[in-house]
């Protein structure tokens, strides 16, 4: 049995964060009506041209420097063609030799060591427009339907080196690089809505070897998991086939999600001859370094530093800062509640505990929380300042995300807050040493145990509001002195 | 001369005057076009109904003392360049029924500029031609002579114009495209420098010397439409980023010291005695001028054929591939699947432009990559440095537009090689963007018009200009019109 | 580097620009075709090997627009000119490749 060594090498491409197209003023705007988000521009009409959204290229620079790339003071646009009813003018607007961005890493943790994956480029190009299939699939179609309000999107395409050694590892590096994308506000990466898309290459060598084998290209990958899991797939499938003196083919293969399975498309008998052109209606690109430092300047925080600055300024432990910087939402929310509360390791504890617990068991984000993080801190500073137990406050909780209301609110409405006055408690205590005479007995005759069982009658006498902590004091001081 | 045969700068004098109204110039030009037109097959789309309406219109402003420069003029615009409402064929079958939901910035601005669009012309299919005998509609014919070409691909332009059925045109140049008709028919032609008329709208085939321009009966009118049509333009991303000037004001400037290059290479390769002499004829008219005549070297002219042909071929199949049938246009219904439906509908484009696309295709892929599109690319550089050099030396440079005059229909049609020799002195402007005008410098033995061209430095159209005009005041070239027997049919 | 392209070729090439050709273009294309790609052999005359390709005749640098969203074509109007329409789609009959 020879041990196999997996090469994955990831392309993925994010729409960008523009208000408009990236060659017309067309809105981006997800969903609308077909066809009601076109021009002549990005409809291909002949005769329309392409004027470059400035702001795409902020972005892909944005990206690039999150990724560490080198930042290409020139580059261009040159046209892929193929054809394709979804493609307006049949050739694409992408980069072919001079891409904007090249050569970058990005760190990921798997199994507790750190790896660095390395990007081979990142470049621009647009988006198709989208089409829809009147049968079950294309080929069982009589037609299709073709909405070109996608068509002319600002695209980046990221291509890594064949660095990831293991599905799951490649599973990690997207949740990083979406991390990082949604950081610099460069992309939504919305899966859902297409918005990121990753194909998967994938090959086995034996193990310490160094030429690689032939690769199939893995598509249709709709989520993170639907990338490991098939990527896990193809692993057993090309052992199996190489184990048994099979050969690889290349081909271009298909994701079932439901089967679990993938399925050959397409065999690649030659690589495909794009003619690729520089488009003679874009004049390069040309950065300078002036222009990319100000990009730079204006990254915000990436997360591997946050998540250094949490560690060493607020003494998380490392998994804490690692959660806690998993977005950028989820890091804001965190350091506004711990602005006001002051207690870091508490707001944590409340940030991964209750609320993402709760966000996590509604299919929300942190962004959409019914609870915001001032409210959050009222509540905390309320548990803090022991005006709410601790137990009663994730009630209180539960009930500020069902209900909108104030942390306050709910606590005076439903008369939660914790009793600490000496003088009420004793009249609740009076009565429960009243009503249990035999534990009192016990008390008294040194089984300091029953004490607990006292309090908690107290406890739920007082619905959960009496300060548990005076209350053993005081059961204490009148049994035991 | 008949009204619609006099240059749009006495006809503006006329309309401002109030000596004739728009009405009257619309109706004559339409009443010259029924005359003429089943002869000579200019346009392939006219505008009437909305002419007469801006005429209208027009005419209201007259009165009201509106002076710009072309209100009430009747211009004929090419059919590749996009018109909001009205019909742009390219001369193609695959965009027969294609009525634009924009017009092209250069037509925009005529409007703008008070112009009366009279309808659009013919061309050989997407410009694709020296002869407009490619259109899918109907061959041109030439007013000087009807069994002639008149030119192309903007023939239907420059007929339209030379036969009086419109008063000026646009036209689009690639590669000769304004030029060559506009010699063969015996007017005035202009490729402006790249990117100083908006590209916006003219339906490109290949878009790095795609260029729209003027075709007018003389110099002064050309410069007019010029300074209607130029000027940057933010839909258009190669457009110039200066202003344009006043041309028209820039003509009475004398060209006394003035240097003038004679390429060469290029000028041995004239095999006409006719075309040569007229070329030499108006070197002496110059010089009599005042201006020095010199000969300079454009040592890599010889390759302008090759590469302006192989280059042009190349974006062609790129330009043209977005004729799919899905969005505009037609569609041959008759198949089950897209590829079929694809490959059928634009089946249904003409020889030449087949031709030219399985050429681009060829050229752009595998194989042919480096040694057709790749080397071309190179050679384009070294025609434009041999220009930019003549052009640092010179501030003009005299070439003829065409090998011949214009010549007979049919008479190259099976031979693509030799037509595209006819843009042997046209194409090197195309390559280096610079600009150039044609205009009339003699006549054959037959009658028939010979042109000249005059190239200049990038955005230098006022010297371009200039030193026309200063010809066409030297000889009496701009006066003459072809004689079209009216009515009879050939 | 005399090439000479067959039946073969230019239908491969047809086929690629999605071009559909008539017999008689078929009969004349192979010659015609490979006399124009000969043209190219001139450039065999000129050393080019330390020469930049030019792709734009008179070059700047591009120049772009802000990201603001413009008015879009009314839909009527952008599918107006759409030879198949079918609830304010375009309509194409089945795709028998896939997507890139």
Known sequence: MIDWDVVIGLEIHAELLTDSKIFCGCSTVFGGVPNSQVCPVCMGLPGALPVLNSRAVDLAIKAGLALKCTINEFSKFDRKHYFYPDLPKAYQVSQDDLPICGNGVVEISFEGSPRSIGIERVHMEEEAGKSIHAGESIMSSAYSLLDYNRAGIPLIEIVTKPDIRSPEEARLFLEKLKTLLEYTEVSDCKMEEGSLRCDANISLKPKGTDAFGVKAEIKNLNSFRAVQRALEFEVRRQKEILENQGTIVPETRHWDEAKGMTFSMRTKVDAADYRYMPDPNLYPVRLDAAKIETIKNSLPELPDAKCKRFIDEYGLPAYDGEVLTGSRALADYFEKCVQEVGDAKLVSNWVMGEILRWLNAHNMQIEDSPVGPADLAKLVKLVQGAEVSNIIAKDVLEEMFVSGKSAEQIIDEQGLRQVSDAGELEKMIDKVLEDHPDPVNDVKSGKLQAVGFLVGQVMKASKGTANPKKVNEIIRARLLD | MQLTEKPIHYLRELLHSGEITAKQLVTSVFERIDEVDAQVGAYITLNKEEAFKAAERADEMLKQGDARDLLGIPIAVKDNISTKGLRTTCASKVLENYVPAFDATAVAKLKEAGAIIIGKTNLDEFGLGSSTENSMYKATRNPWDLSRVPGGSSGGSAAAVAAGAACGALGSDTGGSVRQPAAFCGIVGLKPTYGLVSRYGLIPAAPSMDHIGPMTHDVRDAAILLQTIAGPDGQDPTSGRMQPENYEAALTEDIKSLVVGMPAELIEEVEDAEVKEALFGMANVLESLGATVRKVSLPHSKFAVACFYLLAACEVSSSLASLDGVRLGSRVFEAEDTVTMFSKTRGLMGKEAKRRILVGTAALSGQYRKTHYERAQKLRTLIKTDLAEALDECCVLLLPTAPSAAFPLGHKVDDPVAMYQSDVFTSVANLAGIPALSLPCGYTKEGLPLGVQILGRPFDEVSVLKVGHAFEQGCSMAARRPKLEVGTSD | ?100
């Open chain 3, 1 to 100: 580097m005399k090439q000479t392209m067959t039946l073969k070729d230019i239908q491969a090439l047809a086929e690629t620009a999605r071009i559909e050709l008539t017999s008689a273009e078929k009969a004349v294309f192979p010659e015609e075709i490979s006399v124009i790609m000969a043209l190219a052999e001139v450039f065999d005359e000129v050393d080019v090997g330390s020469v930049s390709p030019t792709v734009y005749p008179l070059e700047q640098s591009i120049s772009m627009r802000a990201d603001e969203v413009e008015k879009s074509l009314p839909h009527e109007d952008a599918v107006a000119n759409g030879p198949d329409v079918v609830d304010g789609y375009f309509r194409v009959p089945r795709i028998i490749e896939e997507d890139d």
